[in-house]
């Protein structure tokens, strides 16, 4: 009984996730296709650099802190692996390697005068590095978070829902879903829009 059990709840999971990608068509695998997602993306990259240049001083001003900061560090990477190099990945993809590079440097200077100005006191450092862990587990604003998660997961974007993160979204019957009443929790990350023909709920 307990391995038919089993069996039938897996039968379920992989069916929800079918109705997933028919509800939601996932556009994971072009994450950057318009102005507003290259602004999005650059707000993530930028979230990832100052994180990192703040966690740089913390271990720098306060020595003591160091086992700290890189348990942070790792806790996000386990996270988020690899994250800043994907994030350059798909906006050199975007801009090229010369406009990056430029946009890239601009954007470091920015982040170094305006955190490099910001005094730290021994308990704004352990705030932050309790921040960062919570981060890793994904307690990151939106639509940064949406941006980290679409990136993260581009090459297997089922994996975003497999791992957890998802958003609840609901229909009533109303308007072009014609009756149909649904409970889902798609992925943060997955991007969708009403559908033009009746009984297509929503349509990425």
């Known amino acids: ?37 290259v602004k999005g993306v650059w707000q993530a990259y930028g979230f990832v650099l100052g994180q990192e240049f703040y966690l740089s001083r ?3 001003e306060f020595p ?8 942070a560090r790792a806790q996000f ?7 800043k190099a994907k ?7 975007a ?4 406009l990056f590079q430029e946009t890239a440097t601009n954007l470091r200077k920015k982040i170094q005068e305006t955190l490099g100005r910001q005094q730290i006191t021994g308990e704004i450092a352990t705030n932050f590095l309790e921040q960062v862990k919570g981060r890793s587990k994904g307690e990151i604003e939106s639509p940064v978070l949406e941006y980290l998660l679409a990136v993260q997961y581009t090459a297997n974007p089922v ?8 958003q609840r979204y609901q229909t009533d019957g109303s308007g072009k879903s014609q009756g149909i009443k649904l409970n889902l929790q798609p992925p943060p990350s997955w991007a969708a829009k009403e559908g033009e023909r009746p009984h297509i709920v929503k349509n990425g």
């Open 1 to 37: 009984m307990g391995e038919v059990m089993c069996i039938l709840n897996q039968a379920y999971r992989c069916f929800l996730i079918l109705l997933a990608l028919a509800v939601f068509p996932v556009t994971s695998f072009a994450i950057i296709s318009n102005p507003t997602s």
């Open 58 to 60: 913390i271990a720098k």
């Open 64 to 71: 003591e802190l160091s086992g700290g900061v890189e348990l």
């Open 77 to 83: 990477g386990s996270t988020f692996p690899d994250i």
């Open 87 to 93: 994030l350059e990945t798909q906006l050199k993809n």
């Open 95 to 98: 801009m090229g390697e010369k």
């Open 159 to 166: 994996g975003e829902f497999a791992d957890g993160y998802r």
